[in-house]
Each structure stands twice: as structure tokens, then as C-alpha cells.
């Protein structure tokens, strides 16, 4: 006699995938303290305000895994930024801009 083995996945108690937060991109990522772009700021020479807000992103590298990320405001000399940042793995930071910026 043959003996088959199965295995059953129930649906129910299992969690959806989380949705990425609309209205925000990717703008890239660097290694924490390194120079980086971010809308013409380098946010590294900046204070960082806490908006204490989150949001879910997709990983810039890895687009199948959810990330939540803070947002943030720099308040530069001449302007206002208001991006979001997370650090993805250790020292490695991703950065996102609200889409109409």
C-alpha cells in the first residue's frame, strides 16, 4: 500500500498581503550617513521631524516584502520636506516622496 502525504493550507486565520500605502514612490536607498539625494536635501544634514504617521511600502530591491516607514519633515532653509524613511535591513535605508512632489 502506497501512502500519499498531503498538506492542507486553511484559508481562514491566514493573513492577506498587506497593501502598499498609496500615494508614495521610491526614490532610492543608501547606507546610513552616506550622501543621498532626496529631493535636492541631503537628509543626513538635516533634522528629521516625526509627522508620527506610517506608512506600508514595498522594499525598493525586494518588491514582494511590505515595509512600515515612518514619515518625516525636514525643515531646509529654503523649503519644507515631507518624505518617509525606514531602515530596511541593517544600516540600509530606503526613501520615499508623496507622489504629487
Known amino acids: 500500500m502506497r501512502h500519499v502525504r498531503m498538506a492542507v493550507v486553511y484559508r ?15 526614490v532610492g536607498m543608501c547606507w546610513d550617513g552616506d550622501a543621498f539625494d532626496l529631493a535636492g536635501i541631503n537628509p543626513w544634514e538635516h533634522q528629521w521631524a516625526s509627522q508620527s504617521e506610517r506608512i506600508v511600502v514595498a522594499h525598493p530591491s525586494h518588491p514582494s516584502q511590505r515595509h512600515d516607514v515612518d514619515v518625516w519633515v ?3 532653509t529654503d523649503r519644507v520636506l515631507r518624505f518617509a524613511a525606514g531602515e530596511m535591513s541593517n544600516l540600509a535605508w530606503a526613501f520615499f ?3 504629487n512632489d
Open 12 to 26: 481562514h486565520g491566514m493573513s492577506e498581503p498587506r497593501l502598499v500605502t498609496p500615494g508614495w514612490r521610491s
Open 97 to 99: 516622496l508623496p507622489v
Open 74 to 76: 525636514i525643515h531646509a
